[in-house]
């Protein structure tokens, strides 16, 4: 994920912008609040206040999606790799088989929680809004 460089990520370091290169929690989540007007069926989405702590963010860089995206929206590594930290955490084997492992992070993550060398640990019952899987395709 790092693709050889010395930086936790392969365009930077955690102060880094990562607006070209990671779906991670910037300023655009503060709009995942949402409500149901009036009893209405229609979802809408609405702006936290600005100085709402929550979600968990870093305001200082917005990406270019508010939740979960297509692969490949943001510059590659150097090895070509794409979406190799944030969009979804990847499911990996744990050493535990109790557990269930994923790395890298989420949409849902600011820079500081994430990076190719960060683990999470969920029981296998959880459910989970923002892990996924990547498949090897060997031509």
Same mark, same amino acid.
């Given at each position: 994920a790092r693709a050889g460089t010395e930086t936790p990520f392969y365009y930077g370091d955690y102060n880094a912008d990562f607006s070209n290169f990671a779906n991670l929690a910037g300023g655009e989540v503060r709009r995942t609040y949402t409500t149901? =007007?009036? !009893?209405?069926?229609?979802h809408e989405r609405r702006w936290?206040? =600005?100085n709402s702590l929550f979600p968990?963010?870093?305001?200082?860089?917005?990406?270019?999606?508010i939740v979960g995206d297509y692969v490949k929206q943001y510059e590659p590594n150097q090895w070509r790799l794409y979406d190799m930290i944030g969009n979804v955490w %990847?499911?990996?084997?744990? %050493?535990? =088989?109790?557990q269930a492992e994923a790395r890298g992070g989420s949409w849902k993550d600011?820079?500081?929680?994430? !990076?190719?060398?960060?683990?999470?640990?969920? /029981?296998?019952?959880?459910?989970?809004? /923002?892990? !996924?899987f990547r498949p090897v395709i060997i031509e």
């Open positions: 149901w =007007e009036h !009893g209405s069926t229609i936290y206040a =600005e968990l963010r870093d305001d200082r860089f917005s990406d270019k999606w %990847e499911w990996t084997k744990a %050493e535990n =088989e109790n600011r820079p500081k929680v994430t !990076g190719a060398s960060t683990r999470v640990y969920y /029981n296998q019952w959880q459910k989970v809004i /923002n892990v !996924g």
